[in-house]
Nanobody
């Protein structure tokens, strides 16, 4: 399984960005987004269970970020609105063969290369 993430960039506070993650290979149980700011651990952002569409968000992004999918393209998106400087991080998409925990990095089997999101104040 390969994951190709894209869509990062520089945006002013209050702006929006959309990240994409295209998955190639076999069917997956769940896909998610994590982020890692400089000097900090990688943290959960959002996840989606592929078969039933269950969605989960970190409290810090609820109401601002939306995860969605395109089944035909085997792609997951992360629409990020009302961005804040504290959202600045490298964003990683991840996928797993089994459901398990949605927020633990250990429960994901495959990782994309990361895309940088920078939010200026």
């Amino acid at each position: 399984v390969q994951l190709q993430a894209s869509g990062g960039g520089l945006v002013q506070a209050g702006g929006s960005l959309r990240l994409s993650c295209a998955a190639s290979g076999r069917a997956l149980s769940k896909m998610g987004w994590f982020r890692q700011a400089p000097g900090k651990e990688r943290e959960f952002v959002a996840a989606l269970r592929w078969s039933v569409g269950s969605i989960y968000y970190a409290d810090s992004v609820k109401g601002r970020f939306t995860i969605s999918r395109d089944n035909a393209k085997n792609t997951v998106y992360l629409q990020m609105n009302s961005l804040k400087p504290e959202d600045t991080a490298v964003y990683y998409c991840a996928a797993a063969d089994y459901t398990g925990s949605y927020s633990s990095t250990a429960s994901y089997d495959y990782w994309g290369q990361g895309t940088l999101v920078t939010v200026s104040s």
